[in-house]
């Protein structure tokens, strides 16, 4: 096999550490990925040349278009076939007998229709593949992600579980005929049927749209790898509803919160309420909140905390892989100035879970001092905080350039040049009489604090911006 090897077609696929390379297998016609067995590059591009001449055996051949590989155990061994059912999540491993590579791929290529024919005789029914959806580990969308390198979080598959588990039970009440019927065998009838009694279950809402929508992906899911010819929710419309507004919380209220520092259980639970209120960080952001980030009173952040497969907190990129500075306001700064750094210099220990916890301790405080006001806080969330700082910015006539830097938004949509984006640093100066702003709207001595109608009456507050 007279094949040259060029650097550009070694490369990595998501989630190895070895390198691979592709070209079309000449006895089956088939795009194959070979991997080399080698993490350095270098190594990796004459592991590939020698592969090409015969000289050694891959490490492992992957079919790129029927999505099964073979390998081999040893040096001396028989290449085996691998090949992993995305929807009922069994594993089939058979060896081809052969210790040729070549030959051993040709033979797995027969096996691995043969296993497919026998499993698309035998369709499952549905409440096998909506049990699928029921562990982020078994989600075949998640699955057929990590395997193509496509873009379906960990999260997102949690997300799945509830709705999976809800509709399962909606269906075994109302429709249990189909539960255990063959995805081969249902139609746009029954995909309809879906539709309206989760809309009579549970009304037109988010939470509808969304299960009906996750019924529709699985559909397309069985469709692309094969188990159905058509696919019976294409086309069909989504469950719309109408979307409530989101309120925000008086600016006085989140005030009146903050003044009640020396009450709450935990320094940690007052600077995240504090800082989430006067920053209007995400969730994810304040967790993985770090004192590399912080220089004086600028905050870069450039860090956000995710779930990984296993449940536990990783850290990546921020919401839009952006990176934003702003000023921190001085109620943000004595906030983190309570906070103890890790060795690794992070300054929250609490996760997701904890952060709700911290949240209903919080609020409970505030509803024990004014029982009034209970029904207000009640409410109040991470996001809450959030939309409520943004909306007391865009009442007080804070430009929307300046918020959407402030809040780390999609700043395509709001208007900022491609110059605004390259140098945000020094852009970010703008943002220090905005700092300034949520001090006046969110401090704790009433005798400081500014209302949002004396910010609006009194232009001279925002001749700054």
């Known amino acids: 096999m007279d094949i040259r090897v060029a650097d550009t077609i070694i490369d990595k696929k998501p989630g190895t550490r070895h390198f691979y390379f592709e070209f079309i297998e000449p006895r089956t016609h088939q795009a194959v990925s070979v991997c080399t067995g080698r993490s350095d590059r270098t190594e990796a591009i004459k592991q590939a040349e020698l592969i090409l001449k015969g000289e050694v055996a891959p490490f492992r051949i992957a079919s790129e278009e029927a999505r099964f590989y073979i390998y081999r155990r040893g040096e001396t061994g ?10 009922t999540g069994n594993d089939y491993r058979k060896t081809t007998g052969k210790k040729d590579p070549w030959e051993a791929f040709e033979i797995a290529t027969e096996m691995y229709r043969e296993i497919c024919e026998d499993i698309f005789v035998l369709s499952p029914p549905l409440k096998k593949i909506l049990r699928l ?12 992600a990590k395997r193509d390198g496509t873009l379906y979080s960990y999260g997102h598959a949690k997300h799945m579980v509830r709705y999976a588990i809800d509709l399962e039970d909606i269906l075994s009440r109302r429709y249990p005929r189909l539960l255990n019927k063959a995805v081969k065998d249902i139609d746009s009838r029954d995909i309809n049927t879906i539709r309206k009694l989760l809309v009579e279950e549970m009304g037109r809402n988010c939470t509808t749209m969304k299960m009906f ?16 010819d058509l696919n019976p929710a294409n086309g069909l419309k989504d469950i719309h509803y109408e979307k409530v507004p989101r309120q925000a919380v008086d600016p006085n209220d989140i005030a009146d919160i903050l003044a009640l520092r020396n009450r709450m259980i935990s320094p940690e639970y007052y600077a995240y309420f504090c800082i989430a209120a006067t920053t209007g960080m995400r969730r994810g952001e304040i967790l993985a909140l770090s004192t590399d980030e912080i220089s004086g009173d600028v905050l870069t952040i450039e860090k956000a905390l995710k779930y990984t497969e296993a449940g536990c907190g990783s850290i990546g990129k921020p919401k839009y892989e952006y990176t934003r500075t702003i000023p921190l306001p001085r109620l943000a700064v004595d906030a983190i100035s309570l906070l103890e750094p ?47 700082l943004q909306s007391c910015l865009a009442v007080c006539g804070v430009p929307g350039p300046l918020s959407a830097e402030w809040l780390g938004w999609d700043h395509s949509k ?24 949520i001090d006046r709207l969110y401090a704790p001595d009433k005798r400081s604090r500014l209302t949002v109608y004396e910010i609006q009456t009194d232009r001279r507050l925002l001749s700054d911006l």
């Not at 028989?78 to 929807?87: A, G, Q, R, T, V």
């Not at 929508?213 to 159905?228: P, R, T």
């Open 78 to 87: 028989c290449f085996s076939l691998y090949f992993k059912d995305p929807m």
């Open 133 to 144: 959806y029921r562990t982020p580990e078994t989600n075949p969308r998640y699955l057929a």
């Open 213 to 228: 929508q996750m019924v529709k992906a699985m559909f397309s899911g069985l469709h692309d790898e094969g188990y159905i």
């Open 342 to 388: 890790d060795k690794d210099g992070y300054l929250f220990s609490m996760s997701y879970g904890e952060v709700q916890m911290a949240m209903g301790s919080i609020i409970a405080t505030a509803c024990s001092v004014y029982p009034d006001r209970a029904e207000v806080w009640q409410s109040i969330t991470s996001h809450v905080l959030r939309h409520s």
């Open 414 to 437: 709001e208007g900022l040049t491609k110059t605004q984006r390259i140098y945000t640093h020094i852009y970010a100066r703008n943002l220090i009489p905005v700092a300034a702003l």
